[in-house]
T-cell receptor, first 113, second 112 residues
């Protein structure tokens, strides 16, 4: 089965630093997402991306967050100035068309110290 | 806003018994309802899904039922095994191309 790949698997950073989380969605998929999961809590939607632009974002996705698809394969999430509360598992996901099975990557565990 | 409520938050069953997890949703236009299983430290994995034009779907020991009138859907696991122990999340797409909204999860423990 095709897979969404994410790097790195773990990222430790100091508060105030910038981090970039990387994802390679499945090649024929058109919709891309970032979700996050704080330890022991539910999976929360951050942002969706379609046709090279943000299609929807949640309240969590404030000015400190940005997404990019710099080339035909990578999809990145940048946090400009990390806060302690940004510590979470960040999942990238993709789907060929909406209302189909959403494929999740294995996640990046971000720890902000 | 759109919301998915999930109950119970924890569930313990004896091996071989059945487990039922229930979710309710807020938007009657919702049309896609997947269930995900998440083991500790792993990604959510889709285990079964159902669309709004179907009332029930079964895959071996797992089944999902949907009641559109009442706006709720349920996951049924029969003949539970210890490897079924995990956190289960329901989710819903509310309309069009909106993203999946997840419930808060149910931690299922199957006791051998």
């Amino acid at each position: 089965e095709p897979e969404v790949t994410q790097t790195p698997s773990h990222q430790v950073t100091q508060m105030g630093q910038e981090v970039i989380l990387r994802c390679v969605p499945i090649s024929n998929h058109l919709y891309f997402y970032w979700y996050r999961q704080i330890l022991g809590q539910k999976v929360e939607f951050l942002v969706s991306f379609y046709n090279n632009e943000i299609s929807e974002k949640s309240e969590i996705f404030d000015d400190q967050f940005s997404v990019e698809r710099p080339d035909g394969s990578n999809f990145t999430l940048k946090i400009r100035s990390t806060k302690l509360e940004d510590s979470a598992m960040y999942f990238c996901a993709s789907v060929r068309v909406s209302n189909e099975k959403l494929f999740f990557g294995s996640g990046t565990q971000l720890s902000v110290l | 806003g759109e919301n998915v409520e999930q109950h119970p938050s924890t569930l313990s069953v004896q091996e071989g018994d059945s487990a039922v997890i229930k979710c309710t949703y807020s938007d009657s236009a919702s049309n896609y309802f997947p269930w995900y299983k998440q083991e500790l430290g792993k990604r959510p994995q889709l285990i079964i899904d159902i669309r709004s034009n179907v009332g029930e779907k079964k895959d071996q020991r797992i089944a999902v039922t949907l009641n559109k009138t009442a706006k709720h859907f349920s996951l049924h696991i029969t003949e539970t095994q210890p490897e079924d122990s995990a956190v289960y999340f329901c989710a819903a797409i509310f309309s069009g191309n909106t993203p999946l909204v997840f419930g808060k999860g149910t931690r299922l423990s199957v006791i051998a």
